[in-house]
């Protein structure tokens, strides 16, 4: 579907009768979207500025991560970390630059990043307002606002876990200011240990795969103890299967899986044949018809798996269907199916399917933005997302043993034809409540799959994303 309040917002005659008829006013850009495959240089000759406290913990990963990605480094009054950058510089050919504490070069620079896991006190979280303040107005459209931090309830005293705490306040309400050029803010986590994990979390938030998250938390732990980072192809040779995958964000992610060259099993039901096997075909992936409530699918798509492919890497639960009605008018059918498709099916195939699951495995469940904050009409579909929430975080831990990372996705109003189906007005107002003032698509889903389903993602398990473009909806 596609926003013509976006297409309009480009043209600046447009642009300025819709403010005169006070219409919400999207960016007048639409976000940056690469297609293909992962590159192994994101960044390729942008502009990052790093900053930090004193007693950061994170310059060989951050030098070493960024100078890969192809990023040239600025930072900002950093001469005790400055040999960690020259010496990633002179491997990949990316020297850093240096800038005082007050000084704001004339660039405009890619992405802001901050180190603030050294901060143990409220009065040290002056340090976030003396980094961004002065260089928020130089930040390039579609750029991103990176801060570093620890797990507040790791924190050895009270004000070290106050102050941990504050970064996901400000991170929030910094992706709310910054939504207007399109731009996104970040907070990434870390457990003791978990350091080297930080390279794939970060070259993902601050790659233009990111468009459309802004304002999350991501936190990273040693939880899945198997890590590896393969920035390039990382899924090749590797067996997915993408439930619900004939069309939407299914579809999309299946054609992205395979770009990183994963086998994709394309699963839908049997009515959907038509639609399931031009995708199946065009990837080169392979074609299984199944009814997901059916109480055998699961066992059915195991025997499949072990005869065609051995083993499976990659298991993503989109399947999914609304059936919305008030609670006082709806009937029981449409609330046994709507729990029966998202909910009940997720935790039925994937106890089917443990036996053909492969260590280090990937589990990515798709949860909604409604099971986080509800929605009028929505009792059946909310209650069946929010399940999905509690479902990742209990199975995580039993998972991690093997290796494996379960996690979901919630996304925000994502264009499809399921929201094309709601009213004008509705749909409108929808996709105006968010940081980035537009929708998603479902290649932006796609996109946070993929990197969930990466080896490189073994730090994040457990945990629901929202892919929302920081929506004003729920927490």
């Known amino acids: 579907m596609t926003d013509r309040l976006v297409d309009l917002a480009a043209n600046p005659a447009a642009r300025k009768w819709m403010t005169r008829l006070g219409l919400p006013i999207p960016m007048p850009q639409k976000l940056r979207r690469p297609r293909g495959a992962w590159s192994e240089r994101p960044l390729q000759d942008r502009d990052v500025m790093i900053g930090g406290v004193p007693d950061g913990t994170l310059t060989e990963i951050l030098a070493t991560t960024l100078a890969s990605a192809g990023a040239n480094p600025w930072l900002v009054d950093a001469d005790t970390v400055l040999a960690s950058f020259q010496a990633a510089g002179e491997a990949w050919g990316r020297p850093p630059h240096t800038v005082g504490p007050d000084e704001v070069p004339e660039i405009k620079p890619h992405a802001l990043v901050f180190d603030a896991t ?75 240990g978990a350091e080297e994990r930080l390279g794939a979390a970060l070259r993902f938030v601050l790659s233009d795969r990111s468009a459309y998250i802004s304002g999350q938390p991501l936190h990273l732990s040693k939880t899945v103890r198997s890590y590896s980072d393969q ?50 075909a065009a990837i080169g992936g392979s074609l299984f018809l199944v009814d997901v409530t059916d109480s055998d699918s699961g066992t059915r798509l195991a025997e499949h798996i072990r005869e065609h492919h051995g083993k499976l890497d990659i298991l993503v639960h989109n399947a999914g269907i609304t059936r919305d009605k008030t609670l006082a008018n709806m009937k029981p059918e449409l609330w046994d199916l709507t729990l029966d498709v998202n909910l009940s099916s997720v935790i039925r ?127």
């Open 231 to 280: 920035p390039l192809r990382a899924l090749a040779g590797k067996v997915a299967l993408v439930t619900g995958a004939a069309r939407g964000i299914g579809r999309a992610t299946a054609q992205q899986l395979a770009l990183e060259g994963a086998h994709v099993i394309v699963l839908d039901r049997p009515a959907d044949d038509g639609p399931a096997s031009e995708v199946a």
């Open 349 to 475: 195939m994937t106890e089917q399917l443990d036996g053909v699951l492969n260590k280090n495995a990937r589990i990515v469940c798709m949860s909604s933005i409604a099971g986080i904050a509800g929605n009028v009409g929505q009792t059946n579909y909310s209650g069946s997302k929010a399940g999905i929430i509690g479902y990742v975080n209990s199975v995580a831990q039993r998972y991690a043993r093997r290796g494996i990372a379960v996690n979901a996705i919630a996304p925000g109003f994502i264009e499809t034809r399921l929201t094309d189906a709601i009213p004008v007005a509705t749909r409108e107002v929808a996709r105006r409540l968010c940081n980035l003032s537009q929708g998603g698509q479902p290649w932006d889903i796609a996109q946070a799959v993929t990197f969930f389903a990466s080896p490189g993602a073994a730090g994040v398990c457990g945990q629901t994303l929202r892919v929302c473009g920081g929506s004003f909806v729920g927490a």
């Open 118 to 192: 050294g901060i143990t006190d409220p009065a040290q979280l002056r340090s976030l307002y003396d980094f961004y303040k002065p260089r928020l107005r130089s930040l390039a459209r579609c750029g991103r606002a990176v801060v570093l931090g620890r797990p507040p309830h790791k924190a050895s005293t009270p004000a070290a876990a106050a102050a941990q705490r504050a970064l996901e306040g400000f991170v929030r309400s910094l992706g709310r200011e910054l939504g207007r050029k399109g731009s996104t803010a970040q907070l990434i986590t870390l457990a003791d």
